[in-house]
């Protein structure tokens, strides 16, 4: 069954320092995504992708975020000076569709980010 | 203001002891409503879409139904396999995003 692929699964890195977190969504999928979750809390929207350009954002994805997708397989989340609060697990997700029909997306597995 | 509410929080259950997860929702406009199962340090992994008000949706021992204003996800005789958390969403009409609940947190006892 096609998978999203997330590495690294876990990366701490120090407050002030930027971090890319990598996605491969799945192959024939158009849409991207990237959600958060602070331990013990909902899952919370970032940021939707779509013909290279991002197409919705929430509030929590502000001017110390950006998202690319260098190549035709990766999609990437820049987080540019990590504060504290970012700490969270990061989850890339993918469609074939904007209307979430059937399946909903696809998760990846995550990547648990620790500011320290 | 949008919102969706899990309750319980926790449910612990002995094997083979039905339940029933609710997921309560606010939105202005309902486009599909969720399941995922979600295992510690996992993604999400999808159960089911629900469209419209009166829809079911099975699986397994899980069973998924609809109204104007909740969801209810209906477990029977649960095993050890089934502890999980699991989320509720919402994809509200002009959003390209969901919206999740905070979960329930399903433990069933050997």
């Known amino acids: 069954e096609p998978e999203v692929t997330q590495t690294p699964s876990h990366q701490v890195t120090q407050m002030g320092q930027e971090v890319i977190l990598r996605c491969v969504p799945i192959?024939?999928?158009?849409?991207f995504y990237w959600y958060r979750q602070i331990l013990g809390q909902k899952v919370e929207f970032l940021v939707s992708?779509?013909?290279?350009?991002?197409?919705?954002k929430s509030e929590i994805f502000d001017d110390q975020f950006s998202v690319e997708r260098p190549d035709g397989s990766n999609f990437t989340l820049k987080i540019r000076s990590t504060k504290l609060e970012d700490s969270a697990m990061y989850f890339c997700?993918?469609?074939?569709?904007?209307?979430?029909?059937?399946?909903?997306?696809?998760f990846g597995s995550g990547t648990r980010l620790t500011v320290v | 203001e949008d919102q969706v509410t899990q309750s319980p929080e926790a449910l612990r259950l002995q094997e083979g002891e039905s339940s029933s997860l609710n997921c309560s929702y606010t939105?202005?406009?309902?486009?599909?409503l969720f399941w995922y199962r979600q295992d510690p340090g996992k993604g999400p992994e999808f159960l089911f879409t629900?469209?419209?008000a009166g829809e079911e949706k099975e699986k397994e021992r899980l069973k998924a139904t609809l109204t104007k204003k909740e969801s209810f996800l209906h477990i029977t005789a649960p095993k050890p396999e089934d502890s999980a958390t699991y989320l509720c969403?919402?994809?509200?009409?002009?959003?390209?995003?969901?919206?999740f609940g905070t979960g329930t947190r399903l433990t069933v006892i050997p």
């Open positions: 997700a993918s469609s074939s569709s904007s209307y979430l029909g059937r399946g909903g997306y696809t």
């Open positions: 192959s024939n999928h158009l849409y």
């Open positions: 992708f779509y013909n290279n350009e991002i197409s919705e």
């Open positions: 939105v202005s406009g309902l486009r599909g």
């Open positions: 629900l469209y419209s």
């Open positions: 969403a919402v994809h509200q009409t002009g959003a390209n995003n969901l919206f």
